[in-house]
């Protein structure tokens, strides 16, 4: 009895250690367990109890749906055949993951031989089939890489004989099979390599270091077209350490070396002219300057500035501005000799390198043929267009020595040719340079001033012809350093503006003259508009409008008594945005004046648009009218058209008696001058108010 009990005990130990499910189940439609061990759990996910007699679920619905018949079959034939059954399959654990069994079994049969029931173990063997089915991966992989791989690959001997090759390697190189490319090579440095001894370089390398790694090549193919490989390949030895042969890899690079050729081309060429561009510019420059010292001549830079380009490219679109940087280039090209080298930098901005001068007047001719290219007239879209040119030219090795230099004094003659009226060409010289770090240096103390405050307003009276009595005033800026002289703005407004400053320095302007105008109404009792010149780039900020109302809100002044003075040169950019800004403004309530009236843009057809209320004749027409009878002329026309057009006219620049009568006599509304009074400091303007008031 205990050896019966020990017996029954290890049996229930075995069933429970068991990695696997024992079974029993009758041979039917769902595979209805009748017994089935503890390993069911573990194996199935589902307890005994679940299974057992289909409970909650039958072994046949576990069973993977694909492979059910193949079970069913598989169990069925081993039974025709009398023999133990064995398959593998899949089936669905209870937490859904898919699972890989074996199951092994024998038939139970009835007493007539029928098979009534099997019996049997099924273990879990997923572990084993994915390294089968890795295995057969990897197998199927290895195998293809060779046959189907897009790169070559090869076995070579040391002396230049191939061994073996692939598919791809024939083909890439032009052949039909593996075996017409073997059969055809027998000296790879001769039939292979364009350069003569890259094929020794790559045995070098092996010898040296065992292996070669991206070793890139122009080869021939069959038909002696080239392409370009990369080569990895390898030394293979024999026990002894003796070399048997190369192995390696090929790889057909040319599409990439073509794409990297284009990438360095793009990198050095401007992509809408095909000029070379700022990137080659100092490598170009750097040979010309080592080409004047080698042969001991000379070699010139000329900067070049499209002096129209921006108001063609601004109002007529990108398309037409490109099509005319198109054409620029190719006449600037046209303009010099095959031996010098013309860069575009960016925008309208062009270099070219004059090289291998033995006289400098040959400098003057070339910048003058260069002038005549750009200036004759072009059509673009049926449209004509005429566009001129400002060059700066600096000469090495007299204007530098290096290639900053050169393009910094190019860049600085420019400037000088731009200022001296432009379609001109300057040559460099110290007298410039001097001017340029004057300027550099008013620049800088320019924008200190802005921080420090530095800025002050005078203000010059505006006089009534009828009354004789100030009427108003004009604020002008003055620049008043610590310690320092005052500044006249001649000498910083154009700086300001092409910086942008004027448009901080504009703002505080307008604020100043508005809480002045304020402060006068309180302290006088005298109302009077105070005028403000508005610069070109001041005029064309987009939130001006918005700028002006928030000083009028700040400083609680009527708008009536700002007055804004614009140029009619700030009509060129853009007439219609002109227009539409002056009305934006109108619509605040300030007074509009135009400036300088009759030397700028002046056009009828515009100005009776312009919602103005003063027009100020420049005082270019007033100062000489004692020598110049056809100013008379001016001036009464001028006056005319204001009084046609019910707009006051102020005369600015009166200085003498003979031009204050003449003026009144005819019909001019204002004067402004120093007949009158120069401009003066804040508290003098106010002594002058109340000495009028008082009188």
Not at 11 to 30: F, I, P, R, S, T
Not at 233 to 250: F, K, M, Q, S
Request: some cysteine; hydrophobic content about 40%; aromatic content about 10%.
């Amino acid at each position: 009895m205990g050896a019966f009990m020990n017996s029954k005990h290890m049996h229930d130990a075995l069933m429970h250690n068991l990695e696997g499910m024992l079974y029993c189940c009758l041979y039917d439609q769902d595979w209805t367990m009748v017994f089935v061990s503890n390993g069911c759990k573990e194996l199935t996910g589902y307890d005994p109890e679940d299974l057992l007699h289909n409970q909650y679920i039958s072994y046949e619905n576990i069973t993977f749906d694909e492979d059910r018949a193949i079970v069913r079959d598989t169990i069925k034939k081993a039974l025709s055949e009398g023999n133990r059954y064995e398959v593998e399959y899949r089936i669905n654990h209870a937490d859904g993951n898919v699972i890989w069994v074996l199951e092994r079994g024998n038939p139970i049969y009835n007493d007539a031989g029928v098979v009534i029931a099997l019996e049997g173990y099924i273990q879990n063997i997923t572990k084993r089939k994915s390294i089968e089915q890795s295995l057969l991966a990897a197998e199927l992989k290895y195998r293809s890489i060779f046959e189907n791989t897009l790169e070559g690959i090869f076995q070579t001997t040391a002396d230049g004989h191939y061994l073996i090759v692939n598919q791809s390697l024939a083909r890439m190189y032009g052949y039909s099979s593996p075996e017409e490319l073997i059969h055809a090579f027998n000296n790879i440095q001769e039939q292979l390599y364009v350069k003569p001894g890259r094929r020794l370089e790559f045995v070098e390398l092996m010898k040296a270091q065992g292996y070669v790694e991206k070793f890139e090549s122009l080869v021939y193919k069959k038909d002696m077209s080239t392409i370009w490989i990369s080569e990895y390949a390898r030394e293979v030895n024999d026990e002894h350490g003796n070399l048997l042969y190369y192995e390696g890899t090929v790889e057909d690079i040319t599409e990439r070396k073509n794409y990297e050729e284009k990438l360095e081309y793009q990198a050095m060429h401007d992509t809408l002219t095909g000029l070379p561009n700022r990137n080659m510019l100092n490598d170009r420059l750097q040979l010309c300057i080592n080409f004047a010292n080698r042969y001991k001549n000379k070699m010139a830079v000329a900067f070049l500035d499209l002096d129209q380009f921006k108001l063609i490219n601004d109002s007529m679109g990108h398309e037409v501005g490109d099509q005319l940087l198109v054409i620029m280039a190719k006449r600037l090209s046209s303009a010099v000799r095959e031996i010098d080298t013309v860069v575009r930098l960016g925008g309208d901005e062009f270099v070219i390198l004059l090289t291998n001068i033995d006289d400098t007047n040959d400098i003057f001719l070339s910048m003058q043929r260069v002038l005549e290219a750009v200036a004759v007239p072009l059509t673009i879209n049926n449209l004509d267009y005429l566009v001129i040119c400002s060059i700066g030219v600096s000469i090495y090795p007299d204007d530098g020595l290096d290639a900053n230099a050169l393009l910094r004094n190019a860049d600085t003659a420019m400037y000088k040719a731009k200022k001296a009226g432009r379609n001109n060409f300057q040559i460099y010289t110290q007298a410039l340079n001097a001017a340029l770090t004057e300027r550099v240096t008013l620049e800088y103390k320019l924008r200190q001033a802005i921080e420090s405050e530095e800025f002050i307003l005078h203000y010059q009276p505006k006089i009534n012809f009828t009354t004789g009595k100030i009427c108003g005033a004009e604020a002008l800026i003055r620049w008043q350093p610590e310690g320092s002289e005052l500044i006249s703005p001649f000498k910083f407004i154009d700086i300001a503006e092409e910086t942008g400053l004027i448009e901080t320095i504009g703002e505080w302007v307008i604020a100043t003259a508005c809480y002045k105008a304020k402060a006068l109404q309180e302290q006088t009792g005298q109302y009077l508009p105070i005028a403000v010149n508005v610069s070109p780039r001041q005029f064309r900020q987009s939130n001006l409008a918005n700028t002006i109302k928030k000083i009028l809100a700040t400083t609680q002044l009527d708008p009536s008594y700002l007055e804004l003075e614009i140029t009619e040169n700030t009509l060129i950019d853009d007439a219609s945005k002109f227009i539409e800004t002056l009305h934006t403004l109108k619509k605040i309530g300030v007074k509009l004046a135009i400036d300088d009236f009759g030397t700028g843009y002046s056009s009828l057809a515009y100005l009776k648009d312009f919602p103005i209320d003063r027009l100020k004749i420049d005082k270019v027409f007033v100062s000489n009218i004692e020598q110049e009878p056809a100013n008379k002329a001016i001036l009464k026309a001028i006056i005319v058209l204001g009084q046609s057009l019910g707009i006051e006219v102020i005369a600015e620049g009166v200085e003498t008696k003979y031009q204050y009568d003449y003026l009144k006599s005819i019909g001019c509304d204002e004067l402004q001058g120093y007949y009158y009074s120069k401009p003066l400091p804040e508290q003098a303007f106010e002594q002058l108010l109340l000495t009028q008031t008082n009188t």
